[in-house]
């Protein structure tokens, strides 16, 4: 209950684009969950279905926002 008295409102900047890929096998999820980001938070999210090591690397590398 504490934490909740001490919570903060937050403000996103819906000009934000966040990028990411990686699993092909999770692509479809990833689709419906770039619509459901959109929907509640105004987010733009990008997914490429690189392939799980491809992603991992990019993501290392500071190409993307996450692997998938």
């Given at each position: 209950?504490?934490?909740?008295?001490?919570?903060?409102?937050?403000?996103?900047?819906?000009?934000?684009?966040?990028?990411?890929?990686?699993?092909?096998?999770?692509?479809?999820?990833?689709?419906?969950?770039?619509?459901?980001?959109?929907?509640?938070?105004?987010?733009?999210?990008?997914?490429?279905?690189?392939?799980?090591?491809?992603g991992r690397t990019a993501y290392i590398n500071?190409?993307?926002?996450?692997?998938?």
């Amino acid at each position: 209950v504490a934490g909740i008295a001490n919570a903060q409102t937050v403000t996103l900047d819906k000009n934000v684009t966040v990028s990411g890929q990686g699993s092909t096998f999770v692509s479809n999820f990833m689709e419906q969950c770039k619509a459901d980001v959109k929907n509640a938070f105004g987010i733009n999210v990008t997914y490429q279905p690189t392939g799980s090591g491809a992603g991992r690397t990019a993501y290392i590398n500071g190409t993307n926002d996450f692997a998938g």
